[in-house]
């Protein structure tokens, strides 16, 4: 039996949960990685796989799904009756505050260094921007338009349930690397978060690689910075690149860097 389709249908449903984060898709996660045999993989793997789907349990029914519904309720209800007074305990600043209270919540669970805290870390920054975004339409201020807060509301909404969803993101890539593995498939492993701010770390065939995006560095050539490749296996590096000064490919480093 070949094992490629239920492991390209794991890679799909990471895709879509990275992609947009809600109960659905991680219901379609859960399903796929569920469906993998564990007869023919070692304990790691199974312990893996298990692992990834209580996390990916305890993701899809965060009360924060919730809220952040509630927020989007109560945001679209304060758009279409117009800004009032007073501010603090207008539905929508009372949504804004619980939600973004909770994504203070669960960054606490984490060290401020790891990568799963700067996802809640986003998310908190986004809450603040939400908060200034309610109280600046609900005052009249002209910077603060209907346009400018529902941006503001769905950026807040976005890094939210992608922090609540990044832990269990995270065991689901590697319970998919560990198993194709053991299956006998050459890996190649989704991007996962690094130690520092702009790494990741990718498992390629037989050895694991840590990409490394630097600061611009004139002197180096490197006026966009530079990307850099090192082998677990060797400590070698295996590339040293200049990365372009194309704002297309510059952006697309940013992202790769945001989503992971």
Not at 209 to 225: C, K, M
Request: glycine residues 6%; contains cysteine; hydrophobic residues 40%.
């Amino acid at each position: 039996m070949s094992h490629f389709p239920l492991i390209s249908a794991v890679h799909a449903a990471l895709r879509a949960v990275t992609a947009d984060t809600t109960p659905a898709t991680l219901d379609q996660l859960d399903k796929a990685l569920a469906d993998l045999p564990l007869t023919e993989v070692t304990d790691g793997a199974e312990q893996s796989v298990r692992l990834a789907l209580e996390m990916i349990g305890h993701a899809r029914d965060h009360e924060l799904f919730r809220a952040v519904q509630e927020m989007q309720e109560q945001v679209t209800a304060m758009l279409t009756e117009g800004p009032r007074t007073p501010v603090h305990n207008h539905p929508a600043m009372r949504a804004v505050v619980q939600t973004l209270g909770l994504c203070y919540a669960g960054g606490g669970d984490w060290d401020t260094d790891s990568a799963y805290y700067r996802a809640w870390d986003r998310a908190m920054h986004a809450g603040t921007y939400m908060v200034r975004a309610v109280s600046g339409f609900l005052y009249s201020e002209p910077e603060f338009t209907p346009q400018k807060v529902t941006q503001r509301a769905e950026e807040f909404s976005a890094a939210t349930r992608r922090a609540i969803a990044y832990h269990a993101r995270d065991l689901a890539r590697t319970a998919l690397v560990m198993t194709a593995y053991d299956y006998g498939l050459f890996v190649i492993g989704t991007r996962t978060s690094g130690r520092e701010p702009h790494t990741w770390i990718r498992h390629i065939g037989s050895d694991t690689f840590q990409f490394e995006v630097t600061p611009p560095d004139l002197h180096r050539a490197a006026p966009a910075g530079r990307l850099i490749v090192t082998s677990y296996k060797t400590g070698q590096r295996v590339h040293d690149l200049a990365l372009s000064t194309d704002p297309k490919r510059g952006n697309a480093v940013a992202d790769a860097l945001f989503l992971i």
